[in-house]
């Protein structure tokens, strides 16, 4: 069965990995293993990101009360593409954005560029894929190795959004396409 993201609440924070692109989701995968043998309590806070709530966050501390928590509009992060994960330490059953001990989110990033993730100096909590740009994404300049439930879940949430600026192409699976 293939997972896709929460279409009828696209303001969820959605954690499911399998929404993730197979690049992406393999190596977060092997970040979280890793995070558990350096005993440093860091896990997904929140995975794929639909451009709704992207939209949604962009406009807290603008328009919407609040802090401001991203400079990405809708359709510029990762997240929209299945790209990115940002993690947040779990510590005694309770989320927290505070490190527990001093370099361990020097560690966490070391792990990420070890499996092709970078980080951004400008948001802590945040993995993504090294070697692409929104702008690229945003012209359906899309990794290869996309698989059915990577791909469907894009597609949803690229023929769902109605916002500005328009969505990006959809992807192509790779694997339907006619060998010439």
Request: proline fraction near 8%.
């Amino acid at each position: 069965m293939i997972m896709t993201a929460d279409l009828h609440n696209p303001f969820k924070r959605d954690t499911d990995l399998a929404n993730l692109h197979p690049m992406v989701r393999t190596a977060i995968h092997n970040v979280i293993d890793e995070l558990a043998k350096a005993k440093i309590p860091l896990r997904p806070f929140e995975a794929f990101r639909s451009p709704r709530r992207q939209a949604q966050l962009y406009a807290q501390g603008r328009t919407l009360p609040g802090k401001i928590v991203t400079y990405a509009k809708a359709w510029q992060s990762y997240h929209q593409y299945g790209l990115a994960v940002d993690f947040v330490f779990f510590v005694d059953g309770s989320w927290t954005w505070d490190e527990p001990k001093k370099g361990m989110w020097d560690q966490f990033h070391t792990i990420g560029q070890t499996y092709g993730l970078m980080p951004l100096n400008f948001e802590t909590p945040h993995l993504q894929l090294a070697g692409t740009s929104s702008n690229a994404l945003y012209h359906g300049r899309y990794p290869k190795g996309g698989d059915e439930s990577w791909i469907t879940n894009l597609a949803q949430a690229i023929e769902s959004w109605k916002g500005t600026p328009e969505a990006p192409p959809l992807p192509i699976d790779e694997q339907k396409m006619p060998v010439s």
